[in-house]
Each structure stands twice: as structure tokens, then as C-alpha cells.
């Protein structure tokens, strides 16, 4: 896989944004300079220099929350109305108009014997219109899937990857193979969606210090994809030189579940799934 040089260029301004944007907020120590470690959760960060980490993992947080909702026969305002209750919610009022929606627009789910996660909820029932959420500047927002796949909207975000890429051949020496990782992306998540195949998405490469980066552009949902995708990758890293890393070839499909972006590499308890 080839990468332009202005994909170079890219990334590393992604990453000095992104620390820009912590050293300018109150981020708690353990988030100061997280890591990504063997076996454990892959440490991921927004580049967006209207929300922090910390402003990012709150969202989340709420998302996962599990609540009973009462969304029959209700409409898309009523639902955004009821959700601002619990984190700041916008809808994209024009996206939705050039799709000839209103947000007067009847929408339905149907209810949950029990309490689910807010965000699995939420992405349920936008789906049963063609509709999707994403995270952005601080916010939830309630768009098309046309809007959310806009090149200039999509969501920055860099992956520590170094377990995952980094390792001992045979003589000892330290290699790093990018290209198997991102092809297992591109070949598993969305494949019509990278750059590769003509989609919007893309995917950039840079060794930063002693630390291995992915900078991916894509959309949040697609995004949650990628972490959980990388999270289980990163379980399969071979621990003798030499040794066949079976990710590579077929990762379980049962695995694929959705899991919240670590803010610590010590975090790895799993989250039910956002959609």
C-alpha cells in the first residue's frame, strides 16, 4: 500500500493538533500520554480542535448509559428534544432537507423489555430512516449517512498501533509491517468506503518517537469499528519472533462487537454495542 507524501504531511500535523488540543484543556494525568500495550486495548484519540479526549470519553459515557426509552410513534424532534436531556444533541436541519426530511419526520422504535445502552438505541432507530449519528466539536449530531460520508466532515482520529505493528524477526531485528494492518482494515471494515476502492475514507502511516500511528478519516460509526477491530488484533499478537500472526488471514467474525475508545491503555472492559 502506497501513501502520498501529503498523507505524510497530514498525519503529522493530525498528531500535533491533537496534542495541542490536551496541552490547552484540564486532561486528568492518566491521560496525559497514554500507550498502547500488548494484549490490551488499542489507546485511540480524537484530532479535533473543538473537543478534547476527556470531552470525547464523556460522550461516550452517556451513549452507553442503559435507559428505557419510549420511542412509538414519536418523531425526530421529539427524540432530539428528549436526548438533550442527557448530552448536547444537534440535527443537521439542512442535510436532512436536501434527503426531503423535516425533523418533524415520524420515527418508531419499537420498546425494550429491559434498559439498553442509549447509543445502541439511538442508532437503531436513525437506521430505520437512513439516518446516523456522529461525534464532533463536543456534540452528538444527527445527520444523512450522505452528509456523515462527506469527505470534509469526516472524523480524525490516530491509533497507537505499535504492539500491533512492531516486532522481532528471526535475526533479532525490530520490523514494522503497516501494510498487513491496513489492508486487514480496509478488507474487513467498509471496504467501499477507503480511498483504495474510490470511497471518501482514508488512512495515513508515521513511526512518531518509539510509537507506531494510524491516522484514519472516517465516519464515528465506522470509527468504533476500526477500535474494536483493533482491540481484538491486538490480542493475537505473536509473542515468539517468526510466529504466523493469524489476524492477518481471519479474525473470529463473532468478535466484531463495538467497544468505547479507551482513555488508558489499563482500561479493557468491553461495552455492549453502539450502532
Known amino acids: 500500500m502506497l501513501l502520498r507524501p501529503q498523507k505524510q504531511l497530514i498525519l503529522a500535523i493530525a498528531i500535533s493538533l491533537g496534542t495541542a488540543a490536551n496541552s ?15 494484549a490490551g486495548k488499542i489507546v485511540s484519540f480524537p484530532v479535533d480542535p473543538f473537543m478534547t479526549a476527556e470531552q470525547e ?31 448536547p444533541i444537534v440535527v443537521n436541519k439542512r442535510a436532512l432537507e ?36 456522529c461525534i464532533s466539536g463536543g456534540l452528538i449530531i444527527i445527520t444523512t449517512t450522505d452528509d456523515a460520508e462527506d469527505p470534509s466532515k469526516a472524523s480524525i482520529r490516530i491509533y497507537d498501533v505499535t504492539p500491533i505493528v512492531l516486532r522481532k524477526d528471526l535475526d533479532g531485528k525490530t520490523v514494522t509491517d503497516f501494510e498487513s494492518l491496513m489492508d486487514a482494515i480496509e478488507t474487513a471494515i ?24 494510524l491516522s484514519i478519516a472516517q465516519t464515528t460509526m465506522t470509527h468504533l469499528l476500526v477500535q474494536s477491530y483493533l482491540d481484538q488484533a491486538n490480542q493475537f499478537v505473536p509473542t515468539d519472533p517468526g510466529d504466523e500472526i493469524p489476524w492477518r488471514q481471519n479474525l473470529p467474525k463473532g468478535m466484531m462487537n463495538f467497544y468505547r475508545p479507551p482513555a488508558t491503555p489499563q482500561e479493557a472492559v468491553p461495552t455492549p454495542p453502539l450502532r
Open 24 to 38: 490547552l484543556h484540564a486532561v486528568p494525568p492518566s491521560m496525559a500520554n497514554p500507550r498502547s500495550v500488548p
Open 57 to 87: 470519553a464523556k460522550l461516550f459515557a452517556m451513549l452507553e448509559r442503559p435507559q428505557t426509552v419510549n420511542w412509538s410513534e414519536t418523531t425526530l424532534q421529539q427524540v432530539a428534544d428528549e436526548l438533550a436531556s442527557n448530552f
Open 98 to 133: 436536501v434527503m426531503g426530511l423535516t425533523i418533524d419526520m415520524p420515527v418508531s422504535l419499537p420498546p425494550s423489555p429491559h434498559p439498553l445502552p442509549l447509543g445502541t438505541q439511538l442508532g437503531t432507530l436513525l437506521e430505520s430512516v437512513d439516518l446516523t449519528y
Open 190 to 213: 467498509a471496504p467501499d468506503s477507503w480511498e483504495a476502492l474510490g470511497g471518501p475514507a482514508t488512512m495515513s502511516q508515521q513511526v512518531v518517537r518509539d510509537r507506531a500511528m
